[in-house]
């Protein structure tokens, strides 16, 4: 336990709620572990305890895993020892994965764990990779995770921890991987105490550190999960360099700015900091490092996802690299791969803002510009981390991906620790037209970047006709996906009519055309997805099949001729 400033640590056993609480006292580690104490003897499992810090009250472990009376109330020892399945599990490749977000509450209304993982085949069945499982720290019910979790626990009301295991083992046992938000936002308010134990927060009172510019931030902190030896290389490489174009963009939403070359990260959040760079920070950054070590190893879970903008710092060794490092290191270690997904405040809602943008009002030059140009960003964005040593390079499912420029449907936005962040795109959630909801899957299911679909877009549980049709929707785009997985890597063409009323993707062996328009389209396949000038092995119009449409009876082709009908979407593959 970490409490730099104490003069004395004693463990609280209370045996009995209405006697003295057993003490056992701490003693410091030693100089080779500065500020950390330990114990001589180990409690059993089922045993609640908590910290007193110089005589003070009762506190939780700060990295409490098991909390049933609540996270002002003692911790609960947990053993960890589980009987797994899932001991020949391999984790498909999450770098370009489609993965089902799960928010607990919400997803079943019993709301546990358990519930959610009777759903779990159901899932399977949509044909996605994974799960996205949205915080299951624990937090005080009166207040909401908002105001303080503990980063270590699962919260009681949802199962508490054995549940996380059972659910992690019956996702793998069906094939799909688990992917954990981590709330480090919430992990550092007043409410939770940590100041107790020493310096974890930094920029109290709502005041922010400085912080670097944008840009240089953003950098600077995905640099930062680079391995210290070099380059890290593309997951699959490319045929030839990939030219990212930048320029001016119309305004999403309240913002207004440029479509960045690369990822970039917001420093213009204002709260308690989690204190990564200043006096003190080992104990904090040994915390975090530790809490992904806890979900990786105890819990199974493929991965973690980031929210960058929360861990931001200065030091020469930032968190991010640190964290990287380890994850690569321990992956490594377990012969395991595990994926590492950023994200946060204005980065995986870009798509769909445009999208919304696009369908709210067609004929927009500057709305196809702004989709041309993010084509270059959705383009899968992954550093594939891994140890340049030779005893160990040949290890190609070990170690970590890093996975940028992910999208998420808008009800995937609601549970993320940045969810109180205005983002447009949750627009969408109002709009009760299934017409668009289609061509928004359709659009982000092909476009091919890391995606986290919500139950609006593509139901797991169907409740009417129509929901029916967007979940068989949603497994037809996802198999097409899943058909031209190699060529995910190529970059994407965005063109379009002269009035901009349909648009047309194409990448490699697939295009698939969206009419935004309100009247029926007959199109030429011969203009619209001719080669380009200068590509090599492009196929030509002629070898394009229709693949899936959503309204097949009316979405014919005839010849060279297609016809798509207002606001709907036709998927076309070139046949070799």
Known sequence: MWAPRARIIEVLVPYDPYEEPEHMPLRLVGAGEPG???ADSVLGHGTDYGYSVDGGPLLPDPRSVWLPQGIHGPTRVFDPAFDWSDGTWSPPDLTTSVLMHVDTETFTPEGTLDAATELLPTVAELGVHGVELAPVAAFDPALGPARGVRLYSVHEPYGGPRALQRFVD?????????????????????????EAYGPYLTGGGGRPRAQRSGGDAGEHALQAMRPRTGQVPLDRPRTGPIQLRTGQVPTIGTRAGKVPSSPTVRTD?????INLDGSGSRGPRDFLVDDARHWLRE???????????ALVDRSPTPFLGELADYVVGMGEQLERRFSLLVDGPGRSDRLTTILLRILSGPGKAEDIQALQMLADLVHPSVRRASRQNGGRRNRVRAGASVVEDITRLPAAQLTVPWAGEESPATALLGVDDVDIRASV????????????????????????QNEQRLARWAHELIAIRRAIAEELDLPLEVRSTADRSVIAVLRGSLA?????????????LGSLLRPAEGAIRAPLPAAFKLAAAWEPGATRLVGDTLTVPPRMTAVLRAET
């Open 299 to 309: 819990y199974h879970v493929d991965g973690l996802v980031l929210d960058v903008d």
């Open 170 to 194: 019956a996702a793998h046992a069906v094939g799909l991987a688990v992917v954990l938000d981590i709330p480090y936002r919430w992990a550092v308010a007043d409410e939770l105490g940590l």
């Open 36 to 38: 950390y104490w330990g």
């Open 512 to 524: 698939f055309v969206l009419n935004t328009g309100h009247g029926l389209a007959a199109l030429r």
């Open 269 to 273: 959040y204002v709260g308690d900091r």
């Open 441 to 464: 899957l359709a659009t982000v299911i092909l476009a091919g970047n890391p995606l986290v679909l919500d139950t609006v877009h593509a139901p797991v549980v169907p409740r009417n």
